[in-house]
Every structure is written in C-alpha cells, then in structure tokens.
C-alpha cells in the first residue's frame, strides 16, 4: 500500500509527493548518489527507488507530471525516457493512519500509569516521530502495540519453503531473541522504552501451514552428492 505509482501526465503536486516519500520511508538529500534517498530542486524530484537500476528523474508542469526518467547519478545525463514507475518502500517501519492512531492511544495509555519525565518525554517524541511518518529504526518496537501485523511469507502467498540446516537456523533464531530481549531491557531500565514489547515472529508460527522441504548442507556433503557425481564420473572411464 506505500508504494508509490507515477505516470505521464498524472496529477499530483510536488509537494504531496514528497510527502509521500517520506512517508514511504525515503530521506531528503541535497544530491542524490545512493538508493532510498530523494532530492527536489525547481520543478524536478529525483528518486532512486532499489527496484531500479538507475535513479528516476520526474519533472513536473504545475500539478502535472510532465515527464519521467532514469538518469546518471555522475553524469546527470538522461539513460531513458519512460511512461510510468513504480517506487517502492524505503523501510519495513511504515504506520497507516489509523495504525498511527492505535500506537498514540495505547501508548498514552500505559505512558499515563507511570509518572516519569524521562520516560515521558522520550515517548512522545517518538510519537510526534511516528505521527510524522518519520521513520527510524528504533520505532520497530511499537509494532508491539498492533494486533494486525505481518511477516514477510505472507506476502509471498502459497510458497514452499527450502530449510537448509534447520537446527542451525533454529539457533540462529534464539540468538536473535535473546539479544533483541536483552537490549530492550536495557531501553527500558535507561527509560527509553515504555514496559511492553513483543519479539519478532516465532519461527514455528512462520512455518505454520506452510510446505517445508528439508535439504542436507551442502557443506557437510549429507546428502552424498559428491560421492555420486564421482562414482558415476569412474563408471564412464571403464
């Protein structure tokens, strides 16, 4: 829903688009020579969206886009003309509206059971943050605050998932939770974060319903495809 469709000839002001790419996630550059940022100068907006090659060049009439094009970041030479882009997402740290609105009252809420300056003065700077679409990464842990959120699987649809090693990945996964635990203790006890926080999604649950096929390392030659391709290699030369 935050990515962010232009066409020749659209109606959209300047404004209102870089509006949106802020709220998409991207940040406001004086010159634009890495991906995820966007500059404006006149009647031109640069992006460099990384679903591109190149960055986009969007030059506007009033409140019409006039044109659009992909550019040398070094050269500022245009490589492209073309009708229509498709800008994609900045971050993985993106409030709808109404998203934002659950997060304040909640938050508020539970702010308002604590008496603490500190505390108080950090969260409602995160909020006034998040209220703006201005995204930072520590604001992940307010997710805690949603019912409706999601993993990356669930935008794949009906896949099947190739597990190689999986005690390995299950490891990996722990270590993953207990750092992420130890560090907003931490946030919590320097009255950084309010007392309420959630972990990533467990990996049982992303797996659940899912089609899993369990593969052998290829490192540790389990599954003797080496050993294979060798025998058959000999057969041939006799």
Do not use: W
Not at 80 to 106: L, T, Y
Request: glycine share 2%; proline share 2%.
């Amino acid at each position: 829903e935050s990515c962010i469709d232009l066409k020749v000839d659209m109606q959209i002001s300047m404004e209102d688009l870089k509006k949106l790419l802020i709220q998409a996630g991207y940040s406001q550059v004086n010159h634009i020579d890495t991906p995820l940022t966007f500059a404006y100068r006149g009647g031109i907006i640069d992006v460099y969206s990384i679903n591109y090659d190149n960055p986009i060049r969007i030059e506007f009439f009033d409140d019409i886009i006039e044109s659009i094009r992909f550019f040398d970041c070094l050269t500022q030479k245009t490589i492209e003309r073309i009708d229509h882009a498709k800008i994609i997402c900045a971050s993985d740290i993106i409030f709808s509206d109404s998203q934002v609105n659950v997060i304040k009252d909640k938050a508020l809420k539970l702010l308002a059971d604590r008496y603490d300056e500190q505390l108080e003065e950090q969260i409602k700077m995160d909020l006034d943050y998040i209220e703006n679409h201005i995204c930072e990464t520590r604001l992940y842990t307010y997710y805690t605050f949603l019912d409706d959120t999601s993993n990356l699987l669930d935008y794949i649809g009906n896949c099947t998932i190739l597990m190689e090693d999986r005690e390995l990945i299950e490891k990996n996964v722990h270590d993953v939770i207990s750092d992420n635990t130890v560090y907003i203790q931490e946030m919590v006890q320097e009255h950084k974060l309010l007392p309420r926080f959630s972990h990533f999604y467990e990996l049982q649950r992303v797996l659940l319903n899912r089609r899993i096929i369990n593969c052998d390392p290829y490192g540790d030659n389990k599954a003797n495809i080496l050993n294979e391709r060798l025998s058959r290699l000999t057969s041939s030369f006799e």
